[in-house]
């Protein structure tokens, strides 16, 4: 009777493992794009509405702060497009989507500080107390569990004993 030997991972080539990891990255963009499109949409906006004027000094940094942030998050999320579009076809695929995940989770970690900033301004505004930046700081928590905790909780309670390398860097 043959020894059938389990097959740990995938079967793929290095040109398949990096078509199927950009893939992957691509539908994740897609994810965090769509958010920081409509929140920076908003924010854009908030400048020529009649109540901006009467914001105080430090809510209006906070905007400005904000909007800066909210458009660093943009354009790391987007440059992963850029990236894979000015080295497509030098076969470098493995490298570009190493470096498009590095991007994307920069991307991520200033969505994450767009998000609490914007938060934290629009609860002062509407709050006028003490009690909201304790709020966003429940918020920023909440992040932290979701976008962090839990997925490097996931990744060390169920990788297989292989040591993560860089090569893996976006699995």
Known sequence: MPHHHPVSGREETADQRADRRWAD???????????????????????????FPQLSTTDRNIYVVTVLLGSASTG?????????????????????VLWASRLTVVGLILLLCTLTSALLLILRVAMHDALAPLLVAAVLVWY???????????RTRYTESDPPSADNDTD
Do not use: N, Y
Request: charged share 10%; proline share 7%.
């Open 76 to 96: 790391a999320l987007i440059g992963p497009v850029a990236f894979h579009r000015l080295v497509s076809g030098r076969r470098i695929k493995p490298q570009a």
């Open 144 to 154: 932290l569990v979701c976008w962090f905790a839990l997925p490097l909780w996931a």
């Open 25 to 51: 990255l691509v539908q994740e963009m897609r994810v965090a794009l769509t958010g920081v499109q409509i929140l920076f949409g908003f924010l854009l906006t908030v400048v020529f509405t009649p109540r």
